[in-house]
């Protein structure tokens, strides 16, 4: 399983994992409790439960880059272009907006 802490403006807001069965979001519970909370997207508002899909979120999948950038991140960290995750993970550490993806490793959890 991969797994990544999603942050707007640097807060918390909560998890991206991709296992066996696809992709799950969930909001971390003391940012959704929080009243000033605003939703990572339109298509994700906060609630409880997880959001699973069997593709990456459009939102999410939205934040990786394209065309003659998305193929040097290709070529310099060998990623697979079918990877949606890994290249989330490997290029949208630090994106334009608000949103920021950061990878969890196994030793982290």
């Given at each position: 399983m991969r797994k990544a802490a999603i942050k707007i403006?640097?807060?918390?807001?909560g998890w991206l994992s991709?296992?066996?069965?696809?992709?799950h979001f969930v909001y971390?519970?003391?940012y959704a409790a929080q009243p000033n909370a605003r939703p990572v997207s339109l298509t994700l508002p906060i609630q409880e439960a997880a959001f699973n899909a069997k593709v990456l979120f459009?939102?999410?999948?939205?934040?990786?880059?394209?065309?003659w950038l998305l193929d040097?991140?290709?070529k310099n960290w060998k990623l697979n272009p079918r990877d949606r995750m890994g290249l989330l993970l490997a290029c949208c550490k630090d994106c334009i907006g608000a949103v920021s993806v950061q990878e969890i490793k196994e030793e982290d959890n």
């Open positions: 403006d640097d807060r918390l807001v991709q296992d066996e069965q696809g992709y971390d519970k003391a459009p939102f999410f999948d939205g934040l990786i880059p394209e065309g040097i991140a290709e």
